[in-house]
């Protein structure tokens, strides 16, 4: 059974500072890997989704990275600003033709003004 | 591009009572997922839709959910009876056929008293 583990769990930084959240996963047989964006009271919002044979990925100023072998995911966000406030989920996809998704618990980022 | 609409946004019901969630899918997409995300927790599948039938329920509740996707459109969730362990946001997401991509509403935010 495929668990998906995000390290930390909340997050505080000043505005302007880079920051990495952290994603694990127990099993490394997976089609893809996608980052999500939680606002209060909100949906989920697909901000990465990087294919099992893909390293990397990048948005503006998000990068995420996948390490199939070693079972972890990084998100990267520069110069990060009060308007990504948000929490931060990474799910993975472990294939067949279903696309079902297995998510993290996610990191609540708040960065200050 | 209209996104998926869910509706209630919120409900409060009472241990014992029935209650029902509506979801309207982004336009041609023909699987639908239907998700619970207790309060700190990643969102968990309860069952998905590819038109009108049933792809995977493995971890829905049958004794008191349920859910159906009449005319491969719109779709229902139901609880009943509903326990005080079922307060959680309800999502529900879509995607086209064969899409990686699962677009999500806003959820219906349940508490049971």
């Known amino acids: 059974k495929q668990e998906v583990t995000q390290i930390p769990a909340a997050l505080s930084v000043p505005e302007g500072e880079n920051l990495v959240l952290n994603c694990s996963f127990t099993?490394?047989?997976?089609?893809?890997l996608q980052w999500f964006r939680q606002d209060p009271g909100k949906g989920l919002t697909s901000l990465l989704l990087i294919q099992s044979s893909q390293r990397e990925q990048t948005s503006g100023r998000l990068n995420a990275s996948l390490d199939k072998s070693s079972g972890r995911s990084t998100l990267y966000i520069a110069a990060s600003q009060p308007g990504d406030s948000a929490t931060y989920l990474c799910a993975v996809d472990s294939g067949g033709s279903n696309y079902k998704l297995t998510f993290g618990k996610g990191t609540l980022l708040t960065v200050n003004p | 591009e209209a996104g998926v609409a869910q509706s209630p946004r919120y409900k409060i019901i009472e241990k014992r009572q029935s209650v029902a969630f509506w979801c309207n899918p982004i336009?041609?997409?023909?699987?639908l997922y239907w998700y619970q995300q207790i309060l700190g927790q990643g969102p968990k599948l309860l069952i998905q839709f590819q038109n009108n039938g049933v792809v995977d329920d493995s971890q829905l509740p049958k004794d008191r959910f349920s859910a159906e996707r009449l005319k491969g459109v719109d779709s229902t969730l139901k609880i009943q009876p509903a326990k005080l362990e079922d307060s959680a946001v309800y999502l529900c997401a879509s995607s086209l056929p064969g899409g990686e991509t699962q677009y999500f509403g806003p959820g219906t935010r349940l508490l049971v008293l």
């Open positions: 099993d490394s047989a997976i089609y893809n």
């Open positions: 336009s041609g997409h023909a699987t």
